[in-house]
């Protein structure tokens, strides 16, 4: 089962009780997603390219999506997003989600949380999104990526999707220069990143958390 909680900045995340573990931090689901993700992630690589493609691992809430859209609006950023997610959550909980969220994105958040697994769709003239019904890394739809979004499960709960396999993937499928950013900063993963061909940053983490990692693929 599933069900939703509501984090320290007013944010929603979901708790799975299958891996015993919540989707964002309780100190604030919107606060840390801004932070890892969009401020540390596309808002770093959008300094140098105005054209991103983004791929994710780990869809959940797709709070990283609209964050992602609500940015490509901001700044007339254009946006390719590609998101993998293996267990898609219940109307119920998209439901409560949109409730929770600021109404001036409500409908094309909507929009991503009901799209069909497998399509995409031009969500307004900056944003495209598509996201796959499908496990990491088993199923690998990225290529040509510039910045990933590594959102699974820590470690602990999902070992299998930090190894040396899942983290190559993520490697073999971004552009020289492209990035992964993640909040996670066990020294493990850190070591199979490094093992794989990336150069590690340990970065500021967000509340509740003292560091986040961002890799990048060095230029050859």
């Known amino acids: 089962m599933t069900y939703s909680q509501l984090t320290e900045d007013g944010s929603i995340t979901l708790f799975s009780e299958k891996f015993n573990e919540t989707y964002h931090s309780r100190k604030g689901a919107l606060t840390e997603s801004l932070h890892v993700f969009i ?4 808002k770093y690589k959008s300094l140098e390219k105005k054209e991103i493609k983004i ?3 780990g869809l959940g809430t797709g709070l990283n999506a609209i964050l992602s859209l609500e940015f490509a609006q901001k700044t007339g950023l ?5 998101s ?11 439901l409560e989600i949109l409730d929770k969220y600021p109404k ?3 409908s094309e958040y909507q929009k991503i949380l009901n799209l069909e697994a497998g399509k ?3 969500l307004n003239k900056f944003f495209a999104f598509s996201w796959f019904n499908r496990s990491w890394p088993d199923f690998n739809p990225f290529s040509d990526l ?3 979004f590594y959102d699974a499960f820590a470690p602990d709960t999902q070992p299998e999707m930090w190894d040396e396999v899942a983290l190559n993937q993520v490697f073999k499928s971004l552009n020289e220069g492209g990035i992964l950013v993640t909040y996670c900063a066990k020294g493990y993963v850190k070591r199979n ?3 794989v061909g990336f150069q590690i940053e340990s970065l500021p983490g967000p509340p509740g958390k003292r560091e986040m990692t961002r890799a990048t693929k060095k230029f050859i």
């Not at 993998?84 to 998209?94: D, H, N, R, T, W």
């Open 55 to 57: 791929g994710e691992i």
């Open 78 to 82: 254009d946006i390719d997003y590609c």
């Open 104 to 106: 001036d994105f409500v």
């Open 193 to 195: 990143l490094k093992k």
């Open 146 to 148: 510039d910045v990933v």
């Open 120 to 122: 995409r769709e031009q």
């Open 39 to 42: 401020e540390t992630g596309l």
């Open 84 to 94: 993998m997610e293996a267990f898609p959550i219940s109307s119920q909980l998209k």
